[in-house]
Antibody, heavy 118, light 110 residues
Framework: QLQLQESGPGLVKPSETLSLTCTVS??????????WGWIRQPPGKGLEWIGS???????YYNPSLKSRVTISVDTSKNQFSLKVSSVTAADTAVYHC????????????WGTGTTVTV | QTVVTQEPAFSVSPGGTVTLTCGLN?????????PSWYQQTPGQAPRTLIC???TRSSGVPDRFSGSILGNKAALTITGAQADDECDYYC??????????FGGGTKLTVL
């Protein structure tokens, strides 16, 4: 059974870079039929798609965050990562990683999420 | 800017039927947007209910169904139960590798 687990610092200082990693277990990140994405949820607010990466490394970003976000993949470690630069208090949120289906475009497997406070 | 609209809140009686909708600030939602629906209880990760407009995810009871109603995507819950009380989100795929979440609907069962 595929599982995703987020990891990274829970506290980041303003203006610094937030870095998170999602480790995929029970399956390969090199699947040609999936994207791998990041979604966040500020306290008391709704979900926001941050960006996604394909198995080949093609990246797709939310236009509102594009200038500050980088997503990368490490197939040797079965991981993908998120970096958000120049963070402010508005970046405080629970960050989830998720697998996205290439054909139905949904987020079909979710990580439990990790809280990041700026 | 694309805005995906959902009712902020909705209430349903136990055993009743409720339809939540997912629209666009400009234009109509069609199957081409591959609407999907997620259920989230407080402090938990979202759970996928419906993908590709009307396909139930594994393990999702058939009380939950997805469709296109008029110019919106819709999630219908029949025979509402107390543990259906939580938040529901839709997501639309806008093409070109861009996804947009709706603002979510808080469902109360009372």
């Amino acid at each position: 059974q595929l599982q995703l687990q987020e990891s990274g610092p829970g506290l980041v200082k303003p203006s610094e870079t937030l870095s998170l990693t999602c480790t995929v277990s029970g399956g390969s990140i090199s699947s040609s039929t999936h994207f791998w994405g990041w979604i966040r949820q500020p306290p008391g607010k709704g979900l926001e798609w941050i960006g996604s990466i394909s198995y080949s490394g093609s990246t797709y970003y939310n236009p509102s965050l594009k200038s500050r976000v980088t997503i990368s993949v490490d197939t040797s470690k079965n991981q993908f990562s998120l970096k958000v630069s120049s963070v402010t208090a508005a970046d405080t949120a629970v960050y989830h990683c998720a697998r996205q289906d290439f054909y139905s475009y949904d987020m079909d497997v979710w990580g439990t999420g990790t809280t990041v406070t700026v | 800017q694309t805005v995906v609209t959902q009712e902020p809140a909705f209430s349903v009686s136990p055993g009743g039927t409720v339809t939540l909708t997912c629209g666009l600030n400009s234009g109509s939602v069609s199957t081409s947007y591959y609407p999907s629906w997620y259920q989230q209880t407080p402090g938990q990760a979202p759970r996928t209910l419906i993908c590709n407009t009307n396909t139930r995810s594994s393990g999702v009871p058939d009380r939950f169904s997805g469709s296109i109603l008029g110019n919106k995507a819709a999630l219908t819950i029949t025979g509402a139960q107390a543990d259906d009380e939580c938040d529901y989100y839709c997501v639309l795929y806008m093409g070109s590798g861009l996804w947009v979440f709706g603002g979510g609907t808080k469902l109360t069962v009372l």
